[in-house]
């Protein structure tokens, strides 16, 4: 794991996240439990789960990041679409199993339920998932990795320390490809190859109202979780 503080200054800068911390079920410390974030990120700021804040990560992080708790819900939420994605580090079992259930009764589900409407990325922590070794009840085990396959897909995606870089990297790749490409003529068509990329920004494909859309491409969304907006 990556020390969040030996990030490059002059690395550049291209995305803004929101970093969501939940007390996981493990007890963990701060610094046990956040994620470092690569250079290709800029520096994040921060919501805190209640029971995180209870448990004194508050002060643990205020002095460094910019800390956002449960009494900041609502003018958190105003300037949620100022964030590139929301990362979910450290993830707990009850606001995985909220998100699933669609439930906004906790700070982080807000949050959570709020940035999906957005359709931007958002980057669930992989290691809140329990093992095959783990003591927690089988049935229970079960349950919360059913919840998690509702949730992944489209704009919902796992992550580690390992993988961060590249799903960050493959995101920018395929807004900066959408953004150069040009319609020409009246209509066009998309492919698969468009619902590929979209699937790589974890956003919906956005495409012009008279577009043509290939049952390929249907075909390719609908197992991908890919959003299709025409308009």
């Given at each position: 794991m990556?020390?969040?503080?030996s990030?490059q ?5 291209v ?48 002095g ?32 995985l ?23 931007r ?9 329990p ?17 998690w ?8 995606s ?22 150069g ?5 009246a ?32 075909e ?10 025409q308009?």
């Open positions: 990556i020390n969040m503080n990030v200054e002059h690395a550049p800068v995305l803004t996240p929101l970093l969501l911390c939940c007390l996981p079920e493990t007890d963990q410390q701060p610094y046990q439990a956040l994620t470092s974030l690569p250079p290709i990120f800029s520096r994040p700021e921060i919501a805190l789960s209640h029971s995180a804040q209870q448990r004194g990560w508050l002060r643990h992080l205020a460094d990041y910019p800390v956002y708790c449960q009494p900041d819900c609502e003018r958190l939420v105003l300037k949620l679409k100022t964030y590139d994605l929301l990362i979910v580090n450290p993830l707990s079992l009850n606001t199993a909220k998100f699933a259930l669609g439930l906004r009764d906790s700070f982080p589900a807000e949050l959570l339920w709020q940035f999906s409407q957005l359709g990325p958002i980057l669930l922590a992989e290691d809140a998932l093992e095959d070794s783990t003591a927690m009840n089988p049935h229970l085990v079960r349950i919360y990795r059913q919840h396959q509702t949730v992944t897909g489209g704009s919902v796992g992550f580690n320390s390992e993988n961060l870089a590249e799903k960050a990297a493959r995101m920018i790749r395929a807004r900066s490809a959408a953004k490409q040009q319609i020409v003529g209509r066009i068509f998309i492919t698969r190859d468009d619902v590929i990329a979209a699937s790589d920004s974890l956003e919906p494909l956005r495409v012009p109202f008279n577009a043509v859309i290939t049952d390929i491409a249907r390719e969304a609908a197992a991908r979780g890919v959003v299709i907006v308009g």
